[in-house]
Structure formats: C-alpha cells, structure tokens
C-alpha cells in the first residue's frame, strides 16, 4: 500500500520516474532510426508528434511503474532486520526495467511492431523463450551488464530509498490507510484515462504512429483484447446482407448450394470434382517463417540464391506464387491451412475456446477412409497447437519427444532434417495399414536462434543467419522428397510445401501485406501436371484447391476455394495483423480497424508498392461480410462437425 511519502512525490519517486522516462526515450529514438518506410525528413512534423505523445504515454507508465515498484519495496519497511531485502527488491526492479527498454528495440528488429500479442504469447511459454534467448545471445556475457547497470543506477540513490524505507513513527489508522488508497486508486485511473484519450493516429504511416505507443501499453491491450468482439468494434452490415455476399464470394463453376435447414444460415456447398478420384497419401509440410523473400523466384532480391534445391524441385510440381499467409503467427497459418477458416480480429481461433470441433482436412479426409497425424518438431503444448490439433480431428499428434533416434535440437525442438527422417519411418508404418494416409508436418529450424546441423548445407557468410537457416529448411524438404523416392509409397503421395507465415512485418500501410506472402507447391510427378500459376489466393485455399486436385467430390463448409478455378483477376486475400483485418482482391485492398474505421490501398500482386486510395465500396462489402461471418459462424458453432 502506498504512503504519503509516495504520494508527496518523494525524491526516490522522482528520481525513478525520470529514469523510466529517459529508459523508454531512448529506446524511442533507436526505434525511429530503424524506421525504413518514411524518414524523419519527409514527415518531420509527425515525427515531432509521435514522439510528444509517447513522451506523455511514457510518463504515465512511469508513474504506474514507480507506484507499482515503490509499494513492492515499501513492502519490506517493517522487517527491521531485513531492510536489505527492499534494496535487492529496488535493484531487480531496475534490472527488470532496462531490460524492458533494450528488449523493446530487439522486439522491433525482429517484427517491426511494438510489444503484441507474440510477446504476450511469449510470456506464457517462458521456456522456450528463455532457451531462445540463450541460444541467439551469450546471456553470460549481457545479462552481468544489465545488472552492473541496475546497480550503478542504484548506488548514488541509495540513500534517498534507504529514508523511503525506514519505517513510520506511528502505524497508520485504518480508515487512513482506505483514504490513501483510495486516492492512489483515483490517481491510476486518471492516468489511465488521459492514455486512453490520447490520440491513437498520428499519422497514416503504420510505423510513425507505433513510435508514438508505449509497448508495455501495447502488450497490455493485446493481453486484454486478444478475444475482441466484432459487433459495436468494426464496420458491420445487416445479416440479410452479408451472408449472400459471402455466398457469392465462395461459389464456383463447380459448387451448389445445399438448401437445408442446418444451412440456412451458412456456406456448406456440394463441390463436383468429377467422379474418378485419387485416393493419394497427402505430407502437408507447414514450412516454419518461410515467407516469399526466401524464395529466388519469388522475392529473394539477394545477389546469392536461398532456394535452388526448392526452385529445381517446383519445376516438377505446381506452384502457386502469390499466395499469402493469413497472419504473422503459426497459429494463424495453422487455422489457414487446417481449417479453412479466415482470420477474425484478436487471436487465431486455434487459441480460442470453442475450436474444438471446427471443420478441418483431417476431419473431411476421414470421410473418405483416410487416417491422419500430426508430426512437429517441438513440444505441442505451445501455443495450444497439441490442443488444436486433437480438437479438430487428427487421429494422432507426435511432438520432439516421439522422434526415435538422436537429433540435433535447439529450444524450439529437432532440425528439419531429423524430422523428416521420423516422418520417414511414420509414413512407413501408417501407409502399411492399407489405407491412405494425411501427415501434417510443421517444422521449427527456420526460427531464431538460426541453428543447424551443419552436416550437408554449410555456413555461407555471404548471407545473414535468417537466410542461411531458411536455405537448410529447403535444403531439408526436398532431401525429403528425394529420400522418399526410395519408398513404395511415394509414387501415390502428393507433397505439399507451404509458408506459416513471412518474415518481418514491415512498411507504412495499415497491413503492409506483401510481409505476408508466402510459397505453395503441390508435387506429385505422377499425377499433378507441373506449372506456375499467378492467381492471388490465401492460405484458406489449400485445402479446396487440394481436393480439386485429388478430384474428390464432397460436401464443403470451408472458406476457401479452388485456386485453379478462379476466373483470371478475381482471386482474394484475408490477413489479420494484430486487431486490423485487411481483406484485397487484385489492385485493391481495404483494411478493417477497431473503431469502425476503414482504410484503403490500390495493390500489385508481389509487389510492396501500396498507396493509399479511397475504400472501394465492393471489396469493403466483401470484407466486413467475410469477417463478420466468421466471427458469428464461429461463436453460433456454425462451422463446428461436432
């Protein structure tokens, strides 16, 4: 609890405050010169705003942080003999805080965003950061550093803490001790209320107006919001007008509509594929952070290759080359990928309550008498995903402590390659059960810290360390294939490599969605003629695409539709980039936001070019009635099997 020592403004309480401040302005400035889509020169004027507004964000957090730090020390008042104790509490709290502000400057390094939802994420798996953390830096050698620093910030301001901690002459009456925290209570409101009142635009350049946020701001609203509404926060249409839109957005040449009850409030259509269908096994690679830059026919903009094994190999297969992921999350591409399913605003619906049960591939493949695993190189219990993965159908989930031979590891799990080779021997042991088999793989090499077993693919200097890891991860699948060869089941089998998602979300747009583009090949020698296809689609396209091409007729709920049978310039994109949803077809996209506001860009398909234009009306109508559809669908349990 607080005293009047605090709230007198003590001068460990200033002296603290002012600390913070300087802490997150620096921090602030290293920001800004790392801020690539539009230099301080050509807006100096929201730059001068953005900072002014992140100063006084950053007063208030600093308030709240001396309170907060202050009351834990106060804490040790009373032990006469252990007031020591407050002065290690007082230097763990500084340790904490500098950290915090070198921590925000790596966080924008790797993401381009302040403190999100991904360091909420983090947080509840603190394994599997702390292991990241010692294999991409020698926490030996920085973490005494942040401590000398605590300390030395400590030292000259011991005396003024040692006067805050000695302890009242007289106990307080507890009616007293009501008032003053009342008042304390009162004060926090009121700061938290000025933060809320602040401007959240300053500028149409996505990155400006993150300068002007505070990240433990930011990563408080993502831990609050990550479940957001949709009625009353974004653009809304009436039912009776967004269900026939989407509707419209999902039929094909080959679909039909299924008129009964249980569909009268959703999409579930009967898709013809022809009645000669191939019963083949299906590997579902979800390539981990494999986003288009990588890819030397894509947008490797290098001088050295990163793709040749993949590139060589797609030459075979059909590759699909602007399709884009549904968010910067693996959740997300997982969601995509596995169900269908298009991004609503907050977390994907894989970390949400109520996804047990959603339509999926493994669901609908049991249909036609196929089993179904799940094979990934780390622990399933991250994120959920074991969870997610059981709930939607698949028969058996296998994590790093399945693999049955010694294998390269870091802290998020085992190299592609010894994956692969587990995956091997699973292929081996199900397709001998005499039916046809799905295996998901999700993969883990290509994720900081950039290690790998160094056994074929070498070190190469001339790249940095992402493009040396992402060059082993497509090294590794295709020796996959290569391998599988050798198999009796391999001539039978159509492998699939797809990005989870791109790497640094980065430039001025609300959504900058050419972050978000990722490969897709289909390659099956023996039954899927090899080709390049420009349609622009989403993740959510696979699986229909997929069952085109296996020639399965079904009954289908999903989301998605047949890439090869979108009519020429009538493909669509959805992403989810923290609470903002853009939704584009080519040449234009618009961007859904809380609030209800609403952007808009004219779009090139591969390119990084968006300009801001005027919302267009039908690609707006589009959006709001795929987005909010979803959201009902998914609350109502409309797009559940169970």
């Known amino acids: 609890m607080l005293d009047r020592r605090l709230l007198t403004f003590s001068p460990i309480a200033v002296r603290l405050c002012l600390f913070i401040v300087v802490g997150f302005t620096i921090s602030r400035a290293v920001i800004a010169t790392q801020i690539v889509s539009t230099g301080w020169r050509e807006a100096p004027v929201e730059y001068v705003m953005a900072i002014l507004s992140g100063a006084i964000r950053d007063s208030l957090v600093a308030i709240l942080l001396t309170a907060i ?52 994420y983090y947080l509840l798996f603190p394994r599997e950061v702390i292991g990241n953390l010692e294999e991409s830096f020698d926490l030996s050698y920085y973490l005494p550093l942040v401590l000398i620093a605590a300390t030395a910030i400590w030292w000259p301001n011991r005396k003024a803490l040692g006067a805050f901690l000695r302890p009242a002459a007289a106990p307080l009456g507890t009616l007293e001790r009501i008032v003053r925290l009342g008042r304390t209570l009162a004060f926090l409101a009121l700061a938290v209320a000025i933060v809320s009142a602040l401007p959240v635009r300053i500028s149409d350049n996505r990155e400006v107006d993150l300068l002007a946020t505070n990240g433990l701001i930011t990563m408080a609203a993502a831990a609050l919001n990550n479940d957001t509404d949709y009625a009353g926060v974004y653009p809304t249409l009436p039912p009776e007008v967004t269900l026939p839109i989407l509707r419209r957005i999902v039929a094909q040449d080959n679909t039909s509509l299924l008129d009964t009850v249980e569909n009268r409030y959703g999409i579930l259509r009967h898709i013809d594929n022809g009645a000669v269908a191939k019963r083949l096994n299906i590997v579902l690679v979800t390539e981990e952070t494999y986003g288009s830059v990588f890819v030397d026919s894509l947008d490797n903009r290098l001088d050295d290759p990163i793709s040749p094994d993949l590139d060589n190999l797609a030459r075979d297969g059909l590759m699909f080359t602007n399709i884009y992921a549904s968010g910067d999350r693996t959740v997300r591409g997982l969601e995509a990928t596995e169900t269908a399913f298009p991004p609503i605003p907050g977390i994907a619906t894989s970390r949400r309550p109520g996804a047990d049960g959603m339509h999926s591939l493994p669901h609908l493949l049991q249909q036609f008498g196929y089993g179904s695993a799940v094979l990934y190189g780390g622990n399933p219990s991250f994120d959920n995903m074991g969870t997610f993965w ?37 292929m081996d042991e199900e397709t001998a059960k005499n039916k046809p088999v799905l295996l998901t793989l999700m993969t883990v090499s290509n994720h900081r810290p950039y290690k790998f077993p160094q056994t074929v693919i070498k070190w190469d200097e001339r790249l ?27 001539a039978d089998t159509v492998f699939i490599f797809v990005g989870d998602h791109g790497t640094k979300v980065n430039g001025a747009a609300a959504v900058p969605v050419h972050s978000f583009r990722v490969p897709l090949l289909f390659y099956a020698p023996n039954h899927i003629k090899p080709g390049r296809d420009e349609t622009l689609g989403a993740q959510i396209d696979l699986i229909p695409t997929l069952m085109g091409l296996l020639g399965i007729s079904y009954n289908s709920p999903f989301f998605g539709v047949d890439l090869r049978r979108v009519e020429k310039g009538k493909g669509r994109i959805a992403i989810a980039h923290n609470f903002s949803i853009a939704y584009g077809r080519p040449g234009h996209i618009v961007v859904l936001e809380p609030n209800g506001s609403v952007k808009g860009y004219r779009f090139k398909p591969g390119t990084a070019d968006m300009q801001s234009e005027a919302p267009d009306p039908a690609i707006l109508r589009e959006a709001i009635a795929q987005t909010q559809e979803a959201h009902r669908m998914f609350y109502a349990g409309a797009y559940h099997w169970k």
Do not use: C
């Open 390 to 426: 059981k709930g939607i159908g698949f028969d058996q989930v296998w994590g790093e402590s399945d693999v049955r031979h010694d294998s390269f590891t870091t802290i998020w799990g085992v190299s592609d390659e010894d994956l692969f080779t587990e995956a091997l021997r699973r």
């Open 464 to 490: 940095g360390r992402i493009q040396n890891t992402a060059r082993y991860a497509q090294w590794a699948f295709v020796d996959f294939v290569k391998r599988a060869r050798e198999k009796p089941w391999f």
């Open 69 to 120: 730090g202050l009351s834990i020390t106060g804490w040790t008042r009373s032990w006469r003999l252990t007031r020591p104790i407050g002065h290690a509490i007082m230097i763990a709290f500084l340790f904490s805080l500098i950290f915090t502000f070198i921590a925000e400057v790596y966080f924008w390094n790797e993401f381009s965003d302040r403190f999100n939802g991904i360091a909420v």
